[in-house]
């Protein structure tokens, strides 16, 4: 089972890579946040595909873009393609939602999109990929949107058929069940994606097991920054003074490792004269 | 004495609100390094102008601009000045190097503008800011490039001639040697600013004593979520478990918390009937 | 009755106001246009705002965005309008279509959006606009749809109800029959705005004893740019000279002129020392 | 003799393309005076490679940037370089003067880079640009700066050790005679190009004949739209009424050609079902 960990930057990438990990997950989730906007499709595409240009940049692991419900119809889904495919990212996950769509796990009302105009959809992105292009996942969000197995599988199989690569099956449940239950009659040779956030206490070796191709580490990054940035502002605006956090932050040093100053001054002695 | 804390995302600048700190300091080397670049005006003015806008529309707090050099010259300044007047934000600082310029801790060379021509820019900044626009900052950086005290004292002057609101007196010292010599024999009322990065075990207490009116916490929002987010991307590919990190980072929760996703639902009740 | 005549450009906005109009017109379907892409929300919204801002910083007179059916949903609009109070946009009309929309002489289907659907935007857009702020505009489409006109009028009493200023009323006759019809059986005070791209041969005189407060002259400079680029593109293609073109087009004096380069002169005289 | 034809936006690349022009010429005074702005790199680069990414996106000829003097340093040159190779762009002309430039036509005093300084900056785009990536062209304006022949053709033949693929010479002068100074006095293999702007009554023959490789028509497409559109706003606001400029203007129905609107019908039937 291959491993996603989430990247909302370039630098949350460049850190992801470094820690082993074989593929970004650009989250939209992440990305919403980190602008403070809620994860409502209120970045535009071009603001998230601006900021996925920076990560695609500085790694060399593949990058799988959450595409949203692919920010319109078929149209604004095909351009974005073109997009990717220029950019070379690796794939790009869309969910059979309506746009503008809703954070699977946020209190708001979760609206599926007609099969057929999924399906166009996804054979209007698989007919604009091109060799070599982006992988195409459909995300399944039948379970988050309170739908029946059943009709979660029809709609996966139609999904397969208009030219899906993969299918990332989401629960919002505290355990895995509903995944293993899709799992288990999920008798397509498709590879079928998991994202572990609510169920987060399931091995990976176990989400292995049940015959998961990918697991989605989708917001960790991120989630551990905010927990740090609100322990080291409230620890220096109470401890009025900035020796108080200065072991549990990264060294200056540490920032120009990771983006590699050494490459810069490098360069300059060489074109600078 | 004031205190900024740095922000690089909308979303720092929230914690960094909701933490008390009065001010925002939007950090080049933090915009840079999270966009995966070094801090030598490699992100465009208008890259720039894109991310703070972000910050500048979710908090309350007065934002304090990072403006390097000024993106170019006097002309390029006062171009920036017309956005950052339309778009709200309280001040921007400009340091006296040429463009592009270097990270002040770089091991690049440090080269200062001319006095005559970072005067003018100072001056066609303060012609274009209006009444009510943000303040302007003079960063001095003769420490930074070798110079003697006198020099830095001597295009004060004249900076505060050409009309800057105040004086950024920076080092990269461990100690605070150099800012409280420039203290000390600076004569004008108007207010001096430090950046304690360096200096970092000097308290606030005594920066106040020493006369500094406002202190900048230059990046330290960044480096705890470098250091976070390595820990938990390490923890999560050794582990090979999403549950060995859960109790180290934020609950999803309180990222909708921090983006009101409350008044999301609300306005849902009320607009989609 | 008002005149606002289409920009696609901060340059082509000069020239209007230069050429006396009033009012500028951010045509959808000209920025479109320009990008190389099709008026069916290929451009991000964020893409048609940073063309705005373009615009507006360079007239005095007030421009009147295009805002196509408001980008999303209602959350996407209120969105969009604090970006345009920021700006300083004078207006936004909205159409009663879904996202995306489609050009009204397209080919292709026109929907129009659900009654409440399109209120709820039109009400969080009234919320959100503030003292001051543009004005709102809700332009009806049920003419291009082919709704009867008795459904058009309670659409729109509806739409007035809901907070639009104006109305915009839409037709792609070739004579202002449908116009006229609306404007006869609409009662209410508020102004009615009209668009004779189709109906050109209707002169402002007749529109506005019609009772039409504003008429948008809303692609002639896009026309009219296409036009010229292609005779002179094609003169000096065949010709394998520019002579021959030469008196046909601006001489490079007047982009100076009309773009005020004395002004940058004057100021590297002050400001360069 | 290769023949270039400026745009300024993806619509009049298309037009050039289709006219039958094999090159684009993607120029910075067109693409800073359609933004409203002075040609004195007060667009940003990113601003300009955004303009540029949507004329790439729609032709399918070679597209040639207008490269300034390459947005900064060496460092800033080999990061546009990265971007220009992942768009597709053919090449990139860089000028030998310091950053901020200012238009070579405009009274503002114009200064060269060091020749080092330069150099550097074409060896470090040479070293970065890899296979199939852009050609890189350098621009000499020693004629524009007032400095001597033999000046320009020592820089020029450093230009070309340092890695320059062609050499651009420019001149403001009525007449071609710099132009052919230059070509009769230089002995490289490498090519130059040339830009009649001012000497445009000069036939491309004469220009060919005088071994002139390439021949760009640097601003006339912008030119012809600047006359076309004030004719049609006076026309217009004089005339109230739209009919006395129709014949003047193309039909909307060209438009829809232009940006091939038959092609989203298509798509509309095969993926709308």
Redesign the interface.
Known sequence: MA?A?EAH????????E????PVIWASG?SL???????D???L????VL?ALS??V??VEIPVLLDGDSG??????F??II?RLV???VAGVVIEDKV??KRNS?????QHLAPV??F???L??GRDTVGEGGPIIVARAEGFIAGRPLSETLDRCAAYVEAGADAIFIHSKRKDPSEIYDFRRAWKSHTPVVAC??TY??????NLEAAGIALAI?A????????????????A??RG????C??A?????A???D??N?DE??Q??A????
Not at 32 to 38: D, K
Not at 200 to 205: D, G, K, Q, R, Y
Not at 240 to 243: E, G, I, V, Y
Not at 248 to 252: F, K, L, R, T, Y
């Open positions: 491993l960990m930057s370039a630098l949350s990438a460049i850190i992801a470094k820690s082993g990990f989730l919403s946040s980190v602008h403070g906007l809620h409502a499709n209120e535009s595409w071009s603001q601006d920076f990560m940049d500085r920010y319109g119809d078929f149209n604004n095909r351009l073109k220029r950019m070379g746009f503008p796990f946020a209190e708001s009302a057929t105009e399906c166009g959809k054979k209007a572990p956030t987060c206490s399931e091995s990976f070796a580490c917001n960790q990054s991120l989630r551990a920054s905010i927990r740090a940035m609100t322990k080291v502002c409230r220096i605006h009025q003074a900035l020796s956090v200065e549990d932050i990264a060294p200056v540490e920032i120009f990771l983006l100053y810069l001054y360069a300059e060489v074109y600078l004269g």
